[in-house]
């Protein structure tokens, strides 16, 4: 059984950075996953926000989020990141992570982090 567990989050002021965290658990979970970024904010449904494939060869990013957050990972650490740079008030949202089939989530959701920008 593969756990999942977000943290990073917090309060950050628009124009400032946040850096979130995956770190994934389970004797079956393997670094062979593709991992994935969603977000969903208040009123809103959940949506995509970044992947990368198991090797970091491919990544891939809502357009809404290009040229200012960077998706990573470290498979030794079994851990996935989400380096969030000059935050928008509009990036308010929990956010989880998820291993990736394209885009889509394979597993049921975790607890995910709170990001909230201030303006």
């Known amino acids: 059984q593969v756990q999942l567990v977000e943290s990073g989050g917090g309060l950050v002021q628009a124009g400032g950075s946040l850096r979130l965290s995956c770190a994934a658990s389970?004797?079956?979970?393997?670094?062979?996953?593709?991992m994935g970024w969603f977000r969903q904010a208040p009123g809103k449904e959940r949506e995509f926000v970044a992947a990368?494939?198991?090797?970091?060869?491919?990544?891939y990013y809502d357009d809404s989020v290009k040229g200012r957050f960077t998706i990573s990972r470290d498979n030794a650490k079994k851990t996935v990141y989400l380096q969030m740079n000059s935050v928008k008030p509009e990036d308010t949202a929990v956010y989880y992570c998820n291993i990736v089939f394209g885009e889509r989530p394979v597993l049921a959701w975790g607890q995910g982090t709170q990001v909230t920008v201030s303006s």
């Open positions: 389970g004797r079956t979970f393997s670094s062979a996953y593709n």
């Open positions: 990368i494939s198991w090797s970091g060869g491919n990544i």
